[in-house]
């Protein structure tokens, strides 16, 4: 077994303000993936990285970038917080891509005030 | 591109009564369907995902059939549990793609 673990949990910040978010798996998976989660919209892909120092942009790339620093690990920055902005990060990781199960991390949630 | 389309928003149910969500997709390729679920304050993991050799996943009482023909990986229960509410999601690859394709999901009540 695995665990992907996600920090911060919680994080708030202000208008404008350069936010990081960081995702660490020890399940020794190649592909790692970032998803933003809002009600009604579903998962909607920002950035996945099919090994290290790979980046892909997703459907919802605009405003954010991501460094693959190693196997491990997959940060995802907030270029430019927006106000009122509320949603929930997800982090995943599959062993390869295709027909394999991904593996979801508990999330981080941001309030941009 | 590839697509899905899942049951709107919320649908309630009494315990005990069957379970259906619908989804259907679009795919240039050879698809490969998965169910999510999600239940309050914890993170997606999957219920069950499609077999290449068309064998009917099972898993937790669910199951879903990959219907090629009408594009379609519904989700079932015979008798829906209290625990079974929670957020669903259908997904999708496909080609050998890493870039999966998720519905906006469907969220489950069961009440008593």
């Known amino acids: 077994g695995g665990i992907i673990t996600q920090t911060p949990k919680f994080l708030i910040g202000q208008e404008g303000q350069k936010l990081t978010l960081k995702c660490q798996q020890n399940?020794?998976?190649?592909?790692m993936y970032w998803y933003r989660q809002d009600s009604g919209k579903g998962l909607r892909l920002i950035y996945y990285?099919?090994?290290?120092?790979?980046?892909q942009k997703g459907d919802l790339s605009e405003g954010y970038d991501a460094s693959r620093e190693k196997k491990s690990s997959f940060s995802l920055t907030v270029t430019s917080a927006q106000k009122n902005e509320m949603a929930v990060f997800l982090c995943?990781?599959?062993?390869?891509?295709?027909?394999?199960?991904?593996?979801f991390g508990p999330g981080t949630r941001l309030l941009v005030l | 591109g590839d697509s899905v389309t899942q049951t709107e928003g919320l649908v309630t149910l009494t315990e005990g009564l069957p379970v259906m969500l619908n989804c259907t997709y679009q795919s240039t390729y050879s698809p490969f369907l998965f169910w999510y679920v999600q239940h309050l304050n914890e993170a997606p993991k999957l219920l069950l995902k499609?077999?290449?050799?068309?064998k009917r996943p099972e898993h937790q009482g669910f199951h879903a059939t990959l219907h090629k023909s009408s594009s379609s990986f519904h989700l079932q229960k015979s008798s829906a549990q209290l625990s079974d509410s929670a957020l669903y999601y259908c997904?999708?690859?496909?080609?050998?793609?890493?870039?999966?394709?998720f519905g906006k999901g469907t969220s489950l009540v069961v009440h008593p």
């Open positions: 990285s099919i090994t290290e120092n790979d980046l």
């Open positions: 399940f020794n998976h190649d592909t």
């Open positions: 997904a999708l690859t496909s080609g050998g793609n890493y870039k999966p394709t």
């Open positions: 995943a990781s599959t062993r390869t891509g295709g027909q394999d199960t991904q593996y």
């Open positions: 499609s077999f290449t050799d068309n």
